[in-house]
T-cell receptor, first 114, second 116 residues
């Protein structure tokens, strides 16, 4: 069975601090895809990144970076120099090769305090 | 703008009623997924359609049903509504329904259903 665990339910940091959101996944498939989505207070889900299981290269996009480690089944997301606009719920998600449905973690609510 | 359109954005209805939520996927996307997001359950997968056929079923109640039409838009029907059905319902679409899988799902803005 596939499972995504986001152990941090809620995090609060002061603006300009760095923050890392943890994601641990479980799957028996060797081919799978991992995602991060952002849900701002307005409610919509915004796609941030997709990573396939064969690509362990870390990725950086502006203030965002992702650390994928198959050895620990983790796909962590770091926001550098956080801003108030980063306040949102962040979801980690998984699609495994055998199954086309997206499995979401319960989300981490991030508060960036001014 | 993700390209996925959901209507209506908000819906308020009474217990026992029936509602229909509509989703138009991105142009070219064959898969449509429905998700329910509630405060206590997080994001729950309900059902997936691929090119008109039901592809996968998640935690969908028997009071709920869905279909995907030939033009690929989808409707989620919720009947005998209960207070606990109040939630944000998301539709997502993606290109693929079968491997190889190199897709991300694009989400609509959601329909907020309030049952009173």
């Amino acid at each position: 069975a596939q499972k995504v665990t986001q152990a941090q339910t809620e995090i609060s940091v002061v603006e300009k601090e760095d923050v890392t959101l943890d994601c641990v996944y479980e799957t028996r498939d060797t081919t799978y895809y991992l995602f991060w989505y952002k849900q701002p207070p307005s409610g919509e889900l915004v796609f941030l990144i997709r990573r396939n299981s064969f690509d362990e290269q870390n990725e950086i996009s502006g203030r965002y970076s992702w650390n994928f480690q198959k050895s620990t089944s983790s796909f962590n997301f770091t926001i550098t120099a956080s801003q108030v606009v980063d306040s949102a719920v962040y979801f980690c998600a998984l699609i495994a090769n055998r199954d086309d449905k997206i499995i979401f973690g319960k989300g981490t609510r991030l508060h960036i305090l001014p | 703008d993700s390209g996925v359109t959901q209507t209506p954005k908000h819906l308020i209805t009474a217990t026992g009623q029936r509602v229909t939520l509509r989703c138009s996927p991105r142009s070219g996307d064959l898969s449509v997924y429905w998700y329910q997001q509630s405060l206590d359950q997080g994001l729950q997968f309900l059902i997936q359609y691929y090119n008109g056929e039901e592809r996968a079923k998640g935690n969908i109640l028997e009071r709920f049903s869905a279909q995907q039409f030939p033009d690929l838009h989808s409707e989620l029907n919720l009947s005998s509504l209960e207070l606990g059905d109040s939630a944000l319902y998301f539709c997502a679409s993606s290109v693929a329904g079968t491997p190889p899988m190199n897709t991300e799902a694009f989400f609509g803005q959601g329909t907020r259903l309030t049952v009173v």
